[in-house]
């Protein structure tokens, strides 16, 4: 079963405009969720996290919102960059670790 | 330290036959993380190793499968009598005591099966 769900699998944007990017989950038991970028022939790499008891986490251009009721998250990049192409991956932590399937981003300069 | 490293980054090999992986983690992560990913999904988690001991088993880690961290430092997956659905990029991913998993993921090795 899948615990955790990216039903969009691909977004483009324009340079410089908001790139928003959804996940959602099942399992509210979940402690930390976390948000990974993966260029083609790269292992992921972590970009962002939040913790399960906060709702939003901010670094640079990256924004992560929780809502813990709709067991929905999303992943803000504003302003995004063609650089910022690429596939992203939400996770989530309990005992084991749960990826979603990915919303591959195209950013159009 | 570069990173994870894998080893071999590509593998083809005839169905039956076994195959070994090996992911060596920054050296100062003391947990060890295996996953498989195919194409269109997500990483999935196989097994967890916290220094030399093995704390979780996905239950896709069937009997074939078996994973090793002999020292608490590189790992190895040993997939034996191989299946063509077998075929996949493993990836290993390593992190430090704390508390967010921040991890640390390898290059992967593709493994496919003819």
């Known amino acids: 079963d899948q615990q955790v769900k990216q039903n969009s699998p691909s977004l483009s944007v324009q340079e410089g405009r908001i790139s928003i990017l959804n996940c959602d989950y099942t399992?509210?038991?979940?402690?930390?969720f976390l948000w990974y970028k993966k260029y083609p022939a790269e292992g992921p790499t972590f970009l962002i996290s939040?913790?399960?008891?906060?709702d939003k986490n901010e670094d640079g251009r990256f924004t992560v919102f929780l809502n813990k009721s709709a067991k929905h998250l999303s992943l803000h990049i504003v302003p995004s960059q063609p650089g910022d192409s690429a596939v992203y991956f939400c996770?989530?932590?309990?005992?084991?670790?749960?990826f979603g399937t990915g919303t591959s981003l195209t950013v159009i300069p | 330290d570069t990173g994870v490293s894998q080893d071999p980054r590509h593998k083809i090999t005839k169905r039956g036959q076994n195959v070994t992986f090996r992911c060596d983690p920054i050296?100062?992560?003391?947990?060890l993380y295996w996953y498989r990913q195919t194409l269109g999904q997500g990483p999935e988690f196989l097994t967890y190793f916290q220094n030399e001991a093995q704390l979780e088993k996905s239950r896709l880690l069937s009997d074939r499968f078996s994973a090793e961290r002999p020292k608490g430092s590189f790992s190895t997956l040993e997939i034996q009598r191989t299946e063509q659905g077998d075929s996949a990029m493993y990836l290993c991913?390593?992190?430090?005591?704390?508390?967010?998993?921040?991890?640390?993921f390898g290059p992967g090795t593709r493994l496919t099966v003819t």
């Open positions: 050296s100062e992560h003391n947990r």
């Open positions: 991913a390593s992190s430090s005591d704390g508390e967010v998993d921040e991890q640390y």
């Open positions: 399992n509210s038991m979940f402690d930390y």
């Open positions: 996770a989530a932590t309990g005992n084991q670790f749960y």
């Open positions: 939040i913790s399960s008891i906060k």
